[in-house]
């Protein structure tokens, strides 16, 4: 029977990993974010015009595709896959 310090100590490590992934996840979307835009919008204003949000959407789009296809690799490079 594991010790309540052991039940803690283990939480805890779940705890900081769950917030790693969240933080990770956050830096990606904002990556994803500040290039689809740098490219997509060259003349901002108050609003997005039908080209700029179909370029955002597909930017995005493919960044997703290519986080997949690397994720995919690199866990069948580790034999996870």
């Not at 933080?23 to 990556?31: P, R």
Request: charged share 20%; with cysteine; net charge negative.
């Amino acid at each position: 029977m594991e010790s309540s310090g052991a039940v803690n100590e283990q939480q805890l490590m779940e705890q900081v990993q769950s917030l790693r992934s969240q933080e990770a996840l956050q830096e990606f979307f904002q990556t994803v974010r500040d290039k689809c835009f740098e490219k997509c919008v060259t003349k901002p204003s108050s609003s997005l015009g039908s080209s700029e949000q179909q370029c955002l959407a597909r930017c995005c789009d493919r960044y997703a595709e290519a986080t997949q296809i690397v994720t995919q690799a690199v866990l069948q490079q580790s034999g996870m896959g």
